[in-house]
């Protein structure tokens, strides 16, 4: 169980690598085309019924050497759900022991997820700590 978690965990940690990798090297890039779109002030020039992100694109498509290549966003969206994905296979993974329990429970402390998607991590903390007792979770509730 543990080399799994751990093969699990490395190729977790290492599409997160190659992600903030891609995007600190595209940020000067995206930059530039923030700082040149800022500097045309479009806000003011949005015209009724024409949304700022069409006057974006046109300014743009006239001056391409600012513009980001949609490569660029294709490239990130795999990245992230190469990423995301490894993430689910580890969260998918049994605990081997509660470290790693520990690092599945703070991962989710802060999001809503699907009982479906928490249902192994579960799972390891009965294997792990054992079942809950109702009666705590009901003084709980009632605090």
Known sequence: ???????????????????????????????????????????????????????????????????????VYDNSETLCALFSDAEDALMAAPAPDLAALRWKLDRTSDATYTPEYLAQMMLDMDRLMGPSDPSVIGLKAAA
Not at 7 to 13: G, S
Not at 47 to 66: F, T
């Open 1 to 71: 169980m543990r080399a799994k978690w751990d093969a699990a965990f490395a190729q977790m940690i290492e599409t997160k690598r190659a992600y903030e990798e891609y995007w600190a090297a595209m940020d000067p890039l995206c930059e530039l085309q923030r700082a040149f779109i800022a500097k045309h002030n479009l806000q003011a020039k949005v015209a009724p019924g024409k949304p700022l992100y069409r006057l974006e694109q046109e300014l743009l498509a006239a001056n391409s050497i600012y513009e980001v290549p949609q490569q």
